[in-house]
């Protein structure tokens, strides 16, 4: 059993799994706790400006190198020179530890805050922002990218691991290049700027309702459960 088709292809290619069965169940979530709320409030709630489109990148250690802030660092840079305006209308948000050090560098605006544990303050933060980016450079299936889609927010990511399996590109998020900084950017700003937002938003909704929810999952496995034992009673016929 893997949780993200990605992985349970990477099953089938090892040499002491090609003979059984793999199958890819991903992790539930619950949609009933994660869910869209005002967002103007959540702001407000996080001290985060109204004002400005924020984007987010959370890592338990923002300078872990494989979260790879580094080409968001880079592709906020292109940004800021390519539309000035974002130095006015656009902040990102770090966060996680050290967070201040892995930006010291930044064209936008940066708003560092210590890592999150509490549910309530993580999904008020999910809330407030406007995109969720992830340039990371290996991945199963992130439960960060499901949060914050299951809040109403667009992704951004890398085309890596199971995260195109939860981004549907140009329908509610964007994938980019591996390792391309400048087309992590052209996702920022299609998200932010281009697209229509509120289509995203719902369309990202209703994907992690369909895929990921608790009760979307629990027939996953119980339907795996059912082949099983018609499996074991041909078996034994």
């Excluded at 706790?33 to 489109?53: D, T, W």
């Excluded at 199971?162 to 981004?167: F, K, L, R, S």
């Amino acid at each position: 059993m893997a949780c993200s088709r990605w992985l349970a292809d990477q099953a089938r290619q090892s040499q002491l799994l090609r003979d059984l069965h793999v199958c890819a169940i991903p992790n539930p979530i619950d949609t009933r706790v994660f869910a869209p709320k005002n967002k103007v409030e959540c702001a407000e709630l996080m001290s985060l400006p109204a004002n400005k489109r924020l984007i987010l990148f959370a890592a338990q250690r923002a300078t872990n190198v494989n979260k790879g802030l580094a080409y968001l660092v880079e592709a906020c840079n292109m940004l800021a020179q390519q539309y000035p305006d974002m130095k006015d209308n656009t902040a990102l948000v770090v966060l996680g530890g050290k967070a201040n050090q892995a930006v010291a560098e930044l064209a936008l605006p940066v708003i560092p805050i210590d890592y999150v544990s509490d549910i309530a303050t993580l999904i008020a933060l999910y809330n407030a922002v406007h995109a969720f980016v992830l340039p990371s450079l290996s991945e199963n299936l992130p439960n960060t990218i499901m949060e914050a889609m299951a809040c109403g927010v667009p992704c951004v990511g890398f085309n890596v691991g199971g995260i195109p399996e939860e981004i549907d590109h140009r329908r509610n998020g964007y994938v980019a290049r591996y390792r391309d900084a400048a087309d992590l950017a052209k996702g920022i700003h299609w998200v932010l700027f281009e697209a229509d937002y509120d289509q995203l938003a719902t369309q990202a909704v209703k994907k992690v309702q369909a895929n990921y929810s608790q009760q979307t999952v629990a027939l996953q496995y119980i339907e795996v459960y059912n082949q099983a034992l018609a499996l074991k009673n041909v078996c034994y016929d």
